[in-house]
């Protein structure tokens, strides 16, 4: 249920995920801006600090389970038999969907007899589940708007608590919808500053738990409900105690790439009271047909990574936004349907394994033997005892493959051989060409292969770590950022030079010998005049260009352990507009 606002976001930001074949030997650009900017805003709360290590925090991190799957359904807005009936028989089991307050509740008497306020009674008969989103007002309960009175707040509670003591099929409730975006919040809540609306959040959280497991106390809360992993925001939160009123929380990280999951969660678990919550993703999904079940696929992975328990595809069929569902109008399975099944069939439930050999390679080993493994192209040649698989499931002829970075390669282990117990029993891989790449290494703690550096009124310094929407106006994600320039921004894919003369990329050689610097940048559409880039070496200069439009271009060098190589990325005469995706490699050779 993702906010129209940010659905316009989406469209630009999700819909190219194929940025991710941006690597090394690729030569493409992907549109992907990331960046939560229209325009810079005043701040509303300074950032705020958040104690612990991102290791430590690794840690404490739940067990690596393929997460369980569900739907994110809509028969709350109109019963479809034919839809139930249809995802009952792609093996949807799971369905996160609403029962609406301002239907059933008239002058303190509930009536649910309509099919659409009913149809959690028939869940059971399939073996099926959902978990209940409660977000919306009641026009008899401070006209309608987000509760926030007592009087309010208490009769939010009793809805839910009613609604989960008259349906068995519901085994959570998920309190509230992106309540940190505009568009799922009305009156005061919507009106408070950003810093105080954690608090009407609270409010909420709490009276729902405290009247649903009085009710049915085995039912989970599922708190949060937070559009993309807005680290500041869950400070916040749980500085107020919200974890005590919680069993999970739930997040819909739209504005994460699979392969960034796993090291925005583990920086968000430094939060106090976040080092072990369970972790539900109740909304995840694309634009771009054609990367969904890729995308669903690595998510999969990522998400067992990342200790994530469950997770709901948006949407189950056609929602009018343009993200890809699992069945068409006509209730028939899509191709990411038919890959939805096969997950749900062979990935779910199962212990998971890490097994990416490198920074450029990502792969999960499921118990029982599947293997998925996506990344920088190069050769793959499975061992003699593994079955090559399409995304649906279906067998493919063996033999040396390419390795894809936006569709995994899916091995299983034939029936009459045992099943790998690592990498190396599975495939062999040809060596890795790959030095250095802006993604795959990007770094919060701004370590990675290039360190990302700004060059203003104050000098040259190192960009450090922000907490994603610690303002209004900056990203929902944590991000690299200047203290001393709070428009300046650098997310995994894309940038923002802000009002700093220049971001530096800054990459020091370890290896020796030639090597090709592969450039990928486009600035947004609404860019005035595009951006700067100028490419030293040792300080010598190898080009100097003005980009404003999709731009791409392989730079050979030859290192020397120790040579410094520099990116500059500037405004143009005028920095409005300058979101800029972008994606820097350097390989061998």
């Known amino acids: 249920m993702t906010s129209g606002q940010n659905r316009v976001f989406l469209t630009s930001r999700v819909a190219p995920r194929r940025v991710q074949a941006l690597r090394c030997a690729s030569a493409r650009v992907a549109a992907l801006i990331c960046l939560s900017l229209a325009t810079v805003l005043p701040a509303t709360a300074p950032a705020q600090e958040v104690s612990g290590k991102p290791e430590q925090a690794a840690a404490t991190r739940p067990p690596r389970i393929g997460p369980d799957l569900a739907a994110a359904s809509n028969f709350g807005q109109g019963w479809r038999p034919d839809l139930y009936d249809a995802a009952i028989s792609l093996g949807v089991r799971d369905f996160r969907d609403a029962v609406y307050w301002d239907r059933v509740e008239t002058a303190g008497a509930y009536n649910y007899a309509a099919e659409r306020d009913s149809y959690p009674r028939l869940l059971p008969h399939t073996g099926a589940r959902m978990s209940l989103t409660v977000n919306n007002g009641h026009p008899d309960h401070q006209e309608g708007l987000t509760p926030s009175t007592p009087e309010a707040i208490a009769a939010f509670a009793r809805f839910a608590a009613r609604t989960v003591t008259r349906y068995p099929a519901i085994r959570a409730v998920e309190v509230g919808n992106e309540v940190n975006s505009a568009n799922f919040v009305a009156g005061p809540m919507a009106e408070a500053p950003l810093a105080e609306r954690p608090a009407y959040s609270l409010a909420l959280l709490k009276a729902t738990h405290d009247a649903v497991k009085t009710a049915r106390p085995e039912v989970q809360i599922l708190g949060g409900g937070l559009h993309s992993i807005p680290t500041a925001w869950l400070s916040r939160l749980f500085a107020l105690g919200a974890g005590e009123y919680m069993d999970a929380l739930a997040l819909h990280p739209y504005d994460t790439a699979p392969e960034q999951l796993v090291r925005q969660v583990d920086w968000m678990r430094r939060i106090p009271g976040l080092e072990a919550m369970p972790l539900q993703i109740t909304e995840f999904g694309t634009t771009d047909a054609d990367a969904a079940p890729g995308l669903l696929l690595r998510s999969h992975c990522q998400m067992a990574l990342a200790g994530v328990t469950r997770a709901a595809w948006y949407p189950l069929h056609p929602r009018g936004d343009g993200l890809e569902p699992l069945l068409t109008e006509a209730a028939r399975p899509t191709h ?254």
Not at 464 to 478: F, H, M, N
Request: charged share 20%; with cysteine.
């Open 336 to 589: 990411t349907g038919r890959v939805f099944h096969f997950a749900q069939a062979r990935l779910s439930g199962r212990a998971v394994t890490d097994v990416a050999p490198d920074p450029f390679t990502y792969g999960c080993l499921y118990k029982g033997g599947a293997l998925l493994l996506w990344g920088a192209p190069r050769e793959v040649i499975p061992a003699a005892g593994m079955q090559r698989l399409d995304v649906e499931g279906h067998p493919l002829p063996t033999g040396p493959v390419e390795l894809d970075a936006a569709e995994p390669l899916i091995l299983v282990p034939r029936p009459d051989v045992p099943a790998p117990r690592s990498l190396a029993d599975a495939v062999t891989l040809r060596p890795q060409t790959c030095l250095a790449d802006s993604f795959d290494q990007f770094d919060l703690a701004n370590t990675g292969a290039f360190e990302v550096l700004a060059t203003n009124w104050t000098g040259t310094a190192p960009l450090t770590a922000r907490e994603g929407q610690w303002r209004e106006g900056v990203p929902w994600v944590p991000y690299l950022g200047l203290e001393s320039d709070a428009e300046v921004r650098v997310l995994p894919e894309s940038l923002y030079p802000g009002g700093s003369e220049a971001l530096i990329f800054r990459h020091v050689a370890q290896a020796e010998g030639p090597a090709t610097l592969h450039i990928a940048l486009r600035p947004a559409e609404r860019s005035d005049d595009g951006v700067t880039l100028a490419v030293t070496l040792n300080g010598a200069s190898l080009l100097e260009t003005t980009v404003e439009e999709a731009f791409e271009r392989d730079l050979p060098v030859t290192l020397a352990p120790g040579d410094v190589l520099e990116l500059h990325i500037g405004p143009g005469a005028t920095v409005r507009g300058d979101v800029t995706a972008y994606r820097f490699t350097l390989t061998a050779g």
